[in-house]
């Protein structure tokens, strides 16, 4: 119904069309860094990697473009490549590499643990953002034998200042934890609104649970791609 819009404050809805009706409404964006750096970045890191995690589709992006820079692709052979969430592992696909383990979901790196073998262990480099929160991260993937080498390949920042749409909308959706604040900077008297408070992954949820707000995951259909 019209009134149960849904306003999308990720950078793509393409995947979340089936949660509509939609208004895309995005609180960031999100750029690559200078390609110099991070061609840089792979020559400094990638030798020594047991592979890389992928975090998100532009992750994907951004590094291959360097990979293609420095004119030899060879460098992936032998590195596990891993994905966060399917539609990660689509774009690894869209760029002929296959993900040799990917979350099936929405949850994160969370979801992602729980596909690795037991000896799935080493250094992996994680192309991220550098909004990324990489300590709780690199805490994360400790527990379970992975030394992450988070590397800054992207940018993400706020999009420009505008009022909320005219229309009206009763769900906001939050694609990540930079989405929430972002959103709740810009628009502080959102905190009081009457609205569902909608979260992508668990790091997201917590980012809005810490601000009193009642929230919830956002539950993937059978058929959502990521």
């Given at each position: 119904p019209v009134n149960?819009?849904?306003?999308?404050?990720?950078?793509?809805?393409?995947?979340?069309?089936a949660y509509g009706p939609l208004l895309h409404w995005p609180m960031i964006e999100l750029s690559p860094l200078d390609l110099a750096q991070r061609v840089a970045a792979i020559k400094a890191h990638l030798p020594s990697a047991n592979g890389i995690i992928f975090?998100?589709?532009i992750a994907v992006r951004v590094f291959v473009e360097a990979l293609m820079q420095t004119g030899d692709v060879r460098a992936l052979q032998g590195k596990q490549l891993l994905a966060v969430g399917p539609s990660t592992r689509d774009e690894l696909a869209a760029c002929?590499?296959?993900?040799?383990?990917?979350?099936?979901?929405?949850?994160?790196?969370?979801?992602l643990m729980g596909e690795l073998s037991a000896n799935a262990g080493g250094v992996y480099l994680y192309p991220c953002?550098?909004?990324?929160?990489?300590?709780?991260?690199?805490?994360?993937?400790r527990d379970i034998g992975i030394e992450l080498r988070p590397v800054d390949f992207y940018r993400n920042q706020p999009t420009a200042h505008q009022p909320l749409p005219r229309l009206a909308f009763d769900r906001v959706l939050f694609t990540s934890s930079s989405t929430a604040e972002a959103y709740f900077d810009?628009?502080?008297?959102?905190?009081?609104?009457?609205?569902?408070?909608?979260?992508?992954?668990?790091?997201?949820?917590?980012?809005?649970?810490?601000?009193?707000?009642?929230?919830k995951l956002l539950i993937p259909h059978r058929r959502h791609a990521g």
């Open positions: 149960h819009r849904l306003l999308f404050t990720g950078t793509d809805p393409e995947n979340f069309l975090p998100s589709r002929g590499l296959r993900a040799d383990a990917a979350a099936p979901n929405l949850g994160g790196l969370e979801s953002s550098n909004e990324s929160p990489k300590s709780s991260r690199v805490e994360k993937m810009r628009y502080p008297d959102e905190m009081t609104a009457a609205r569902q408070w909608i979260a992508v992954g668990p790091s997201t949820l917590k980012t809005l649970q810490k601000k009193g707000l009642t929230s």
